[in-house]
């Protein structure tokens, strides 16, 4: 007899094990078959037959079982295998192996709910919540402490080193974007543990002897708070056994073991939040910090085309850089009428420099005023100020961009005024040399053009802008006599009508100035023309006669 889909080698390994299979002639084919155990050569009792009593003990594993009548012995030999009898369709080899009858397939109630979607759905919403809830409060973060930052005063600036602004909007703002909105979201029960944790972390680090005890503390009670939670959980499961199913029940005590990991869980993340946190202290420090005065006033009312004719008084000015030093400036009291060409001479640290931050209101006064026009510029907002007045520094600023955009950085010239402005510059042969002329790449400071050529490019955009006050701050100190030479004489010839202050470093590009005001230790020394210092032998004299022009 052959079994169908059974394959000879298998056959040969398990004809030791297997029963013989009844006469299809004997059982009916509506009967049930019988049962066999594994290993076993006798069958079961027919659920429909009465019981045996006494079920035949089966042979020793050692010795080969008797082959039925049925089944011929087959005779194994090293080249040949025997052929498998055949199966009758009642009987198949499973049912023959299987110890159990087969189990139906569990029926799912269509009004079940689905929780894995539900889950799914709550991590997602949960993940974008958190997301864009992080970028948001880094963003406004960032551009609070930014805004404040870009409007505190120099003096800020002078005692904040810039290590710390450097740290401030790197680590800090990172800190704030990838730590903190990894905080899990705690439910409103745990919040009770979370305060015990706070006070067992504190007690921590005001006595470091006691880590190991306090740790120990907690965890006694973190799992006897989960124990007592897993308690309840199981005496309401067996309250309520009639109503709620027993898969219910166990995903409730389940979830409810796992309790006291989230209890740790939560101490963890209770710890990481009270040390992270500080980033958002920092940041929010320096919105506290001094603000400059209001960028725009709503209320000025400026005449157009302010200043018109550029006198500069000043009267008893002041100014010092911080709080806790001496006055830098103090005393000042000069009137500089509109078209004069003023220089401003004196040794190191007598307060040149701090003149013309005054005048920019980069440092408010202590004391006194200034006025142009007639205008109070203690009463404008800053960028009415500056807007009015240009300045070209000794160390000239060149942004990365285009040369058009340096010179015309909101395009409020036409292409012919800048070329205009090039040429009486000193600088159009060398642009209209460039292969991009205008669009010509400017690097980051200005470094693909000399010093004195970045210098001229500052010279083109205070002829572009042409106010009525132009200030030098040392503008040809570090640049060659060539240079000096061109600056000075546009100055001469395209700035006439214009009210000139120089910080002079070297007293022969003053000499036929209207006048020069001198200063030594902060305070105004002498102020009259050129000529009439020499007169006098005074301070300025002995500057000349240093520099070998007397």
């Known amino acids: 007899m052959v079994y169908p889909g059974l394959s000879t080698s298998l056959y040969v390994q398990l004809s030791p094990f297997l029963s013989p299979l009844p006469s299809p002639h004997t059982p009916s084919l509506h009967s049930p078959p019988p049962l066999f155990f594994p290993f076993s050569h006798t069958p079961l009792p027919s659920l429909s037959s009465p019981p045996s009593p006494l079920l035949p003990i089966p042979p020793s594993p050692r010795s080969p079982p008797p082959l039925s009548p049925h089944i011929p012995s087959p005779s ?3 080249h040949t295998h025997p052929s498998p009898p055949p199966l009758s369709p009642p009987y198949p080899l499973p049912l023959c192996l299987s110890p159990y009858p087969p189990l139906s397939s569990p029926s799912v109630s269509p009004h079940t ?6 889950s799914g759905i709550a991590v997602f919403c949960y993940s974008i919540s958190v997301s864009i809830g992080g970028i948001l409060a880094s963003r406004y973060l960032h551009q609070s402490m930014l805004y404040n930052v870009l409007r505190s005063p120099m003096s800020f600036f002078e ?41 067992v972390c504190r007690e921590l680090y005001r006595n470091v002897s006691n880590i190991s005890l306090c740790c120990r503390w907690l965890a006694v009670r973190l799992e006897f708070v989960g124990n007592c939670i897993v308690m309840f959980a199981a005496l ?9 199913s027993p898969g219910i029940m166990g995903l409730s005590i389940s979830y409810a073991l796992q309790l006291t990991a989230s209890l740790t869980w939560l101490v963890r993340m209770s710890s990481d939040l009270e040390t992270n946190i500080v980033a958002v202290e920092r940041v929010k420090e320096y919105e506290d910090t001094e603000k400059e005065a209001d960028w725009r006033h709503d209320q000025s009312s400026l005449p157009p085309g302010w200043p018109t004719a550029g006198n500069i008084d000043i009267r008893g000015f002041g ?25 401003i001479v004196g040794r190191t640290g007598a307060g040149k420099s701090s003149l013309t931050l005054g005048l920019f209101r980069i440092i408010e006064a202590c004391e006194g005023e200034i006025h142009i026009d007639g205008v109070n510029i203690a009463t404008l907002g800053l960028h009415e100020l500056r807007s009015r007045i240009t300045i070209i520094p000794q160390d000239p600023v060149l942004f990365s961009g285009s040369l058009r955009m340096n010179l015309d950085p909101f395009d409020g010239y036409s292409d012919e005024e800048v070329w205009r402005a090039l040429e009486l510059s000193h600088l159009k042969s060398f642009v209209s040399g460039l292969p991009d002329k205008l669009n010509h790449e400017c690097s980051e400071g200005g ?28 503008a040809t100190a570090a640049v060659d006599l060539e240079t000096d ?11 006439d009508d214009c009210t000139v202050l120089t910080i002079a470093h070297r007293l022969n590009t003053i000499m036929d100035y209207t006048r020069v005001l001198v200063l030594d230790k902060g305070e105004m020394a002498e102020f009259d023309s050129p000529s009439t210092l020499i007169t006098k032998r005074g301070i300025f004299y002995k500057m000349a006669k240093d520099s070998g022009l007397v």
């Open 76 to 78: 194994v030999s090293p």
């Open 113 to 118: 709910p689905s929780l894995p979607p539900l």
């Open 159 to 199: 005692r904040t080193p810039s290590g710390n602004l450097v740290n401030r909007f790197a680590k800090e703002t990172d800190t704030i974007d990838s730590v903190i909105p990894r905080v899990k979201c705690i439910p409103l029960f745990l919040l009770t543990v979370a305060g015990g944790a706070s006070g």
């Open 236 to 244: 309401f499961a067996v309250m309520a056994r009639e109503s709620l």
């Open 319 to 343: 100014l010092r850089y911080r709080e806790d030093q001496e006055l830098a400036v103090r005393n000042i009291t000069v009137a500089i009428h509109g078209g004069e060409k003023v220089g």
């Open 447 to 474: 470094e693909n053009l000399s010093l004195g050529q970045r210098q001229l490019v500052c010279l083109a955009r205070a002829l572009l802008r042409k106010t009525k006050i132009l200030v030098l701050d040392e």
């Open 485 to 495: 030479n061109l600056i000075q004489s546009t100055i001469r010839t395209q700035f």
